[in-house]
Nanobody, 123 residues
Framework: QVQLVESGGGLVQAGGSLRLSCAASRRTYKVYAMGWFRQAPGKEREFVSAISWSGGTIEFADSVKARFTISRDNAKDTVYLQMTSLKPDDTAVYYC????????????????WGQGTQVTVSS
C-alpha cells in the first residue's frame, strides 16, 4: 500500500508561484512513477504532470507546459510540483498520484491517490 500526503497548497495572486510537495511511504516509493492531477469545481479530474522513478521520463499537460516543473528527491521520498506564472484557471484541488509508469499516469490509470491540496489563484 502506498500512502501519499500532499502539502503546499494555498492562495496566490495571478502571476505568482507555489510549490506542492507529495511525501510517499518509503517502503514502496522506489517502484512507482509519481504524478499530479487536478480537479476544478464542476470539472473532471485531469492529468497535470508525471515523473518516472528514475526521473528520466517526464510528462506535462499542454496547459501547464513551460510553467510547471516536476521533480523528485528519492532521498526524501518526495515529489515536487513547482508552479509558476499561475493563472486563475489553475485554481483546483491538486492530487498526488502513483502507478507503475508515467504512461499509466498520463492515461489516467492511477493506483494510488493522495487526499488533495487546494490551490486558489486570484485575478
Amino acid at each position: 500500500q502506498v500512502q501519499l500526503v500532499e502539502s503546499g497548497g494555498g492562495l496566490v495572486q495571478a502571476g505568482g508561484s507555489l510549490r506542492l510537495s507529495c511525501a510517499a511511504s518509503r517502503r514502496t516509493y522506489k517502484v512507482y512513477a509519481m504524478g499530479w492531477f487536478r480537479q476544478a469545481p464542476g470539472k473532471e479530474r485531469e492529468f497535470v504532470s508525471a515523473i518516472s522513478w528514475s526521473g528520466g521520463t517526464i510528462e506535462f499537460a499542454d496547459s501547464v507546459k513551460a510553467r510547471f516543473t516536476i521533480s523528485r528527491d528519492n532521498a526524501k521520498d518526495t515529489v515536487y510540483l513547482q508552479m509558476t506564472s499561475l493563472k486563475p484557471d489553475d485554481t483546483a484541488v491538486y492530487y498526488c498520484a502513483a502507478d507503475d509508469s508515467t504512461r499509466a499516469l498520463v492515461t489516467g490509470k492511477v493506483g494510488y491517490w493522495g487526499q488533495g491540496t487546494q490551490v486558489t489563484v486570484s485575478s
